[in-house]
């Protein structure tokens, strides 16, 4: 009740070791206006992408809106819920983990230990216009939906790559490249950056104008 649909897979009794994550759940919810996930206790970390519509979070009693693109990111060991706002359908992908104690075939000595700490900073992080990290999220749901050969490899690069992606969003240094300091003679990275920034963009591109400022 309250749900358009619902594609949610956990694994709470036996986590999924992929590298330097264990996975204990991931989905997409799409729900009606007003709808509530019920405030539970934050076991596992957890990024939530919007993909359509508005909403809130409330992380220990603080109240966060939620917009079309914005990334959540909720640490262990704090209160959480869910809310749609009145106006709209609320839609978005999320992921819960925890870092492995053991890393395996991973990113490298140090990785699980080096993100979990960056992850611990804060209760709470929100990221505004994340619009790159849908495509990988879709792409690892879209695997659980097929499972077909090298499906759990491809999961596990996904789900690293939201992870990494998510928290390096956080870091204010990070900028999108200028190519204003090219040389006259050489168009190609400019035409390139242009290409991928359609292509990461598509479902939330805005205008022209706005599309030349991000790329300088």
């Known amino acids: 009740i309250g749900k358009h649909f619902h594609f949610d897979k956990n694994f709470w009794s036996c986590p999924i070791r992929l590298g330097v994550l264990d996975l204990y759940q991931i989905g997409e919810l799409c729900c009606e206006r007003g709808f509530k996930v019920d405030r539970h206790a934050q076991s596992v970390y957890e990024i939530t992408y919007v993909i359509s519509g508005n909403g809130f979070s409330y992380t220990d009693g603080e109240k966060i809106p939620l917009t079309k693109g914005d990334i959540l990111i909720n640490s262990v060991g704090h209160w959480h819920a869910m809310e749609a706002a009145e106006t709209d359908i609320f839609r978005y992908a999320y ?15 140090g990785a699980a230990a080096g993100l979990k700490k960056r992850y611990d900073e804060k209760p709470w992080r929100l990221l505004k216009n994340q619009s790159d990290i849908f495509l ?10 097929t499972q077909t050969i090298y499906s759990r490899r491809m999961i596990r690069n ?3 790559a939201i992870v990494i ?3 390096r969003g956080t870091d204010s240094t990070q900028k999108v490249p200028s190519h204003t300091s090219q040389r006259p003679q050489s168009d190609r990275p400019a035409v390139y950056a242009a290409i991928r920034y359609v292509e990461e963009n598509i479902f939330t591109i805005g205008t022209i104008q706005k599309m030349a400022q991000d790329l300088g």
Do not use: H, K, R, T
């Open 95 to 109: 992921i819960g983990f925890l870092f492995s104690e053991e890393e395996g075939e991973g990113l490298g000595d």
């Open 158 to 160: 996904y789900c690293e």
């Open 165 to 167: 992606m998510a928290i």
């Open 136 to 145: 990988p999220f879709m792409q690892c749901i879209d695997e659980f939906y």
